[in-house]
């Protein structure tokens, strides 16, 4: 691409690098405070030692492990669930001339809306048989209408002029949707599978509610019990009696922060290749 | 023929999604079925589920007993270790227990009553709806079996009372001290500045200017502090009970008077005013969570902190850590105008209690109380208290000595001790050697029962404190944090009290009279 | 174009109206493919959302967990006239709409004009590096941020307040003030979220057509000119949608957050809905009022959706439906 090289352009450019190197400095920083916390203790801003203590303490539990297995099973699957089903629904809610599809849009619509809540949903769940199994960890929350809503959307964004060529090559509906929508969407799809991702990976209430048996629980329930519990949480009211809470040193809390966020965090970068420009090149001739 | 190959790529299409959604159900209807990633072979049956339970007169098959209650530890033990394992071969018991935080707890709680996947045995509070499923008779009335297990009904009446509903008992309390709260402070601070353990309200305040100002730890430097606070309310509460108030509510000719309403509450308001103004507490406990709280006494910067009797300990520990030639002590009552007096609590920490839904029978109730009465034989009540021989402690001439606190409150006291305990254990262990302060506090605690001042309204029920108790706290306590901070005066302090009254107190106070009336005629 | 002949020539049916049944029965048909992808979907949504759906119903009741929907009794408006009776209503109300419309005027604005400035990046690796970072803080949870908020502002050992006395000035209790709390929590609000928001719009830019841009440069187009006339517009449909949606949850603010950083000093303006609810609701067991609450909300946001969606649609947006 050819630059543009006026003094503007060159000022712009300077402003916003430098705009976005503060911004970056800023946001990682209370997070570094986290990781270098985590070695150590603290007075203020300066750690005191180094140690790996915390971390020593965190793996050295078995049910740690197991956890973060259970966590890695149900991201990767419920992703994989997530995307597909997601991905169909939309593809089809994004042909206009679809009979009823303003029907269906609007029964997607409404559930934004109006929940039964948490008791009715738990009928539900034992009902299907999923009570005590990882899949009601990843079945009832598969599809969100807010990401299916804005898949949509892109989807419809697309030319017509590539699915009607497609069309005259005798390609059918699915073909369609695998060789020529998705490969181009997927930037969108990058970002849906981020968001499906970290929000299974984040799972702590519903595996607590469905799930009684502790050996199938996800590494956030554990982890939260320590760093919620610790920090009096919601619970110090004197409604909610707790004995003396079990007492964490902060660098635990810390390392626990850390542990039950890197994993999460370093799929974004993979992705990131997915968000280049010109993905659309070529594929449609003037 | 263009169409018959569309039509059957329809087809096709059509059977691969029926095929994938298939596998999907079969794959959700088998438990967890095949996705066994956790490795454990056990087939733990989850809460609730009686069809396998063992049931009969003469019980050689051990009892099924699920329980779940909240646990406030770090980390609940696996099942099958050691102390399960000594429980249920003493008692000849399966337990499949739940243990979860506190806060996600009372989240389940409700939607296990609603869907009746609820254990055998539940621990529970007086929260509203509990209250009603009381009423409703969901949970089995215990009070008339209890005559026949003589452990359990030795406890103190007054705990059994203030967990009753309407009269009756539907519950077994787990036990606290009656009065526990302590006033924990440096004695090595103390020692330096030559001063003796406060007695009256104006040695109290003398040792916190002296902790403030006098510089105790012996630095050279002005930086520390007298006490440490966090909840303001139970402060003022406190102090307000030094000076004469009653607790939460006194009744003054059959009427119900909030403690508020009272000139010695007004007293220990003024106190802890006095204390903030004068710098002697964080001027920032509005907005200080637990463990900083618990943190500036522990490093050393606060001399004071007022915590539950059980975490003396914890915190000797805790600060001897920091500097090792420190010391604590502590003291729970001070002399006030009206004399020595201590506030009561319930003397419990919740109770336990059995639904109906999954104790269907009569017989499998008495069972289960068995088997707690069992719990405090001297072998169980050992294993509560002290834990395991050789792990936790060591017996020498019949006598236990800990080896290892931590170790214990993390494999036995928590999960277990706290949670089961009814009968404190303590009473049917085997003797053990206490330390000074260890001694100092069961002495303390004995004497606190004598002098405590109960709180007239643990036994009663009010329909508007049910439906909007917290809004009516939240007035009071928003009015106390208002008026330390001098962000109202005694008018404004007046006036929150008028709306407290408006909103609801007259008629919280009115129902809780008519009650007590009722009740004693 | 051999099918479509083939679709028009079809024999007619013998039915009364035989025009009207052929074309739907015959335009199901031609879309069979597209029904056979949007079943699975269908299912889930009736499964899962719609049959829990009765559980609205505990707001004209008085719910209790163990009698159960059949058994509790029906209290009609009871819980709704309660709400909107309450002395506090309008101080929640106003509370809970000041900070949705800065979460709406301010925070929602910044996440698209912080992805433009991210796609102005041509150094690949510095934008791959500050994306990364910018949504690091959506991952630690409220309580870590709240936290460290507190190890920053307090009065008396805050960071800040220290910097401010070392400067000769006078502490500020930047959290026992009213009017402090909201600015705060929008700052924290976007600091947690604002790089997580650019996610969408980063894609959605991925996708504008390149060649747009060459065939304007070579029309002589500068930068700016690019972006106003061509980035900006390829993302419009995506920052409507975005908007159309955001105005469903427009009552909804971050419980947590908020319930963290209230106390009795800034109560009168932190305060907001669901705050109110946990408290009168949840912890008292109150279930019903608490689905009262939020049935009203939810009627709130669909209210706001309609209407946003038929104003997208006359300025000739796509809009939800």
Known sequence: ?286 | MVKKRQNRRFVWCLVMIAVLAAMTAACASRDGGGKTVAGNDETRQSAGQTESEQQGGVTKAPLHITIAYNFDGKEFPQPGNEIEKRIEQYTNTELDIQGLPSTVYNEKLPVMVASGDIPKVVSANKTPYILDAILDDVFWEIGPYLKDYPRLSELNEIIYKNISVDGKIYGLPRVRPIARGTYIYRKDWLNNLGLQEPKTIDEFYNVLRAFTYDDPDKNGQQDTYGMTVRDMPIEVRDMAIFYGAPNNWGIVDGKFVKDVLFDEYMEGLKFMKKLYDEGLINKDFLAVDRPKWEGEFEFGKAGIIHNTSNTVTIFGARVKNQKSDSEVDFFSRLTGPKGERIRAEAGSNGFLAFPKASVKTEEELKQILAFFEKMNDEEMATLFHWGVEGVHFKAENGKAVRIDQGKYDDEVAYPYRWTLGIVPPERHAIPGDLTPLEQKIEEVMAENEQLAVHDPTLTLISETYNKIGEQLNTIINDAIAKFVMGEIDEEGWKKEIERWRQEGGDQVAKEYEEQYANINN | MMQHVADEVRPALPDSNPRVKKSLWARVWKERWLYALLLPGIVYFVIFKYFPMWGVLMAFQNYKPHKGMWNSEWVGFEHFSRFFGETQFWMLFRNTLILAVYDLVIFFPITIILALLLNEIRNELFKRTVQTLVYVPHFLSWVVIVGITYILLTTEEGTINRMIVALGGEPVPFLFSKEWFRPLIILQMIWKDAGWGTIIFLAALAGVNVQLYEAARMDGANRFQLLWHITLPSIRSIIVILLILRLGNFLDLGFEQIFLMLNAMNREVGEVFDTYVYRVGLIQGQFSYSAAVGLFKSVVGLILVAGANTLAKKFGEEGIY
């Open chain 1, 1 to 286: 691409m050819v630059q543009d090289k006026t003094i503007m352009s060159r000022l712009f450019d300077a402003a916003n690098h430098s705009f976005l190197f503060l911004i970056a400095v800023l946001t990682v920083l209370p997070f570094l405070y986290v990781i270098v916390s985590s070695f150590g203790s603290m007075d203020d801003w300066i750690p005191k030692k180094f140690t790996l203590s915390a971390y020593q303490y965190i793996f050295s539990t078995n049910t740690f492990l197991r956890s973060l297995q259970v966590s890695v099973y149900i991201t990767i699957v419920g992703t994989a669930f997530s995307l597909l089903f997601t991905s169909l629904t939309a593809y089809a809610l994004s042909h206009k001339h679809l009979p009823g599809r303003k029907g269906f849009m609007l029964l997607v619509l409404f559930t934004m809306f109006f929940s039964g809540g948490m008791i009715p949903t738990y009928f539900v769940v034992r009902s299907v048989g999923l009570l005590n199994t990882l899949w009601s960890l990843m079945i009832p929350g598969m599809i969100s209408a807010y990401y299916l809503i804005i898949l949509k959307s892109f989807f419809q964004q697309l030319p017509e002029e590539l699915k009607e060529s497609a069309k005259i090559d005798g390609c059918h509906e699915l073909g369609i949707l695998w060789r020529i929508i998705l490969p181009l969407s997927l930037p969108a799809m990058a970002a849906f599978g981020l968001f499906y991702a970290v929000g299974l990976w984040n799972q702590y209430f519903s595996a607590i509610l469905y799930i009684n048996d502790s050996t199938k629980w996800p590494v956030q329930v554990l982890l939260r019990q320590i760093v919620v519990l610790s920090s009096g949480g919601f619970g110090d009211s004197t409604q909610i009696s707790q004995d003396s809470v079990a007492f964490y040193g902060q660098s635990i809390k810390m390392a626990v922060v850390v542990v039950a966020t890197v994993p999460i965090l370093l799929v974004y970068p993979f992705l990131q290749k997915h968000f280049a420009k010109g993905v659309l090149l070529g594929s449609i001739k003037e």
